[in-house]
């Protein structure tokens, strides 16, 4: 079944273009929420839009971007501390992205992308806390408020992104290739 989110393997520049919108979209997000940004949506809908790579190079800078703001306009303190879980961030971002694109590649359509959104949000949240857990910090920052609030937020950013991209596929009037054939 096609799937009208993906991009077809020989628009490359439509390709570039959407990842370049993504990083930039990131900026914009990561200004306004600071630590909330929607990393996991980001990955999520990088992975069900993009080929393999394509989407762990977009998901990577969305997180680079993501620190970039953080240190220079929104003055993250410089140490140890805050440069190794900005790190683990990344390594977390960068599973998510793993985690959507392998269930983009065997569950179809809207089933994919609900199943891509939701493991890539858990494999988010779950890693923090384990991590958190591991280093003694306890589960205060884990409380339903705080989990629903990142759920949320993740959500409608997952939500409209993929709006943004179906209006994108519908604006083309062109076939679209399905998600498992953009994986290459």
């Known amino acids: 079944m096609p799937n009208t989110l993906a991009l077809s ?14 990083v930039a979209l990131s900026l914009v997000f990561s200004l306004a929420l600071a630590c909330a940004v929607p990393l996991a949506a980001f990955a999520a809908i990088a992975a069900a839009t993009l080929s393999r790579r394509e989407a762990l190079y977009t998901a990577f800078s ?9 240190f220079t306009c929104l003055h993250y303190p410089i140490d140890a501390t805050t ?19 392998a269930l983009c590649r065997h569950l179809p359509g809207a ?8 493991a890539s949000f858990f494999v988010y949240e779950g890693t ?3 991590i958190d857990i591991a280093l003694g910090l306890g589960t205060a920052a884990f409380t339903v408020v705080i989990v629903t609030r990142i759920f949320l937020i993740n959500f409608c950013a997952f939500g409209s992104l993929v709006a943004l991209r179906f209006l994108g596929a519908v604006t ?7 998600i498992a054939d953009n994986h290459a």
């Not at 969305?62 to 953080?70: E, K, S, T, Y």
């Not at 900005?86 to 959507?100: D, R, S, W």
């Not at 089933?111 to 939701?118: E, I, N, Q, S, V």
Request: charged share 10%; aromatic share 10%.
């Open 128 to 130: 923090l806390l384990i």
């Open 111 to 118: 089933m994919g992308l609900a199943a891509a959104f939701l």
């Open 83 to 101: 440069f190794a879980w900005g790190a683990v961030l990344g390594v977390i971002t960068i599973a998510c992205c793993e985690t959507a694109g």
């Open 9 to 22: 393997q020989s628009a490359t520049g439509k390709r570039m273009g959407w990842s370049l919108f993504l």
């Open 62 to 70: 969305v997180w680079l971007a993501n620190q970039i703001v953080g």
């Open 172 to 178: 083309t009037h062109k076939p679209q290739k399905a």
